[in-house]
């Protein structure tokens, strides 16, 4: 296997962790919601978790390839290997099942846009759901009232 084609097997575990940030998040938060599992609500988590599905969505709606597959496209050309879309010939055994992974079944290309437009609106409805919930800053206490010490009358 070429430099390339090593690359382009990178390429593709980087889009496989993208995808399982985003499947698997989702899970965590509509599994965390009724077991009220705090962690699922920090601002962080879920701004990723949000931001990440919608630029998916918004590339499946105006049928913008991900970059994330156009490069990895690219450099599977360099390595010598023919890029077909979603299928590639002379991929070795481990690209080969990552790519598997990603895009499964046989007619992928038919229903991928739907899906990825379907997930990042189904995130979105979660966000309302499921609101952030932002820390709020604490509020000292109020001091003690001091007791006043006895005064001398000195008339």
């Not at 698997?24 to 601002?43: D, E, F, H, M, T």
């Not at 023919?82 to 290309?109: A, P, Y």
Request: glycine content about 8%.
């Amino acid at each position: 296997m070429s430099f390339y084609g090593f690359l382009a097997d990178g390429i593709v575990f980087i889009h496989l962790l993208y995808m399982g940030y985003v499947v698997v998040g989702q899970l965590a938060i509509l599994i965390g919601w009724p077991l009220k599992w705090s962690w699922i609500r920090n601002p962080w988590f879920r701004g990723t978790h949000l931001a990440m599905i919608l630029v998916v969505g918004f590339e499946a709606a105006i049928n913008f390839e991900c970059p994330l597959t156009t490069w990895e496209h690219q450099l599977r050309e360099l390595a010598g290997q023919k890029v077909n879309r979603f299928h590639v010939e002379g991929i070795s055994f481990t690209g080969q099942m990552l790519r598997d992974i990603q895009f499964v079944g046989d007619h992928f290309e038919d229903y991928v846009n739907p899906i990825f437009i379907t997930a990042a609106l189904i995130v979105l409805l979660t966000a309302f759901l499921v609101p952030t919930r932002f820390r709020r800053q604490v509020q000292p206490a109020a001091a003690p009232a001091k007791e006043k010490e006895p005064q001398m009358n000195t008339d």
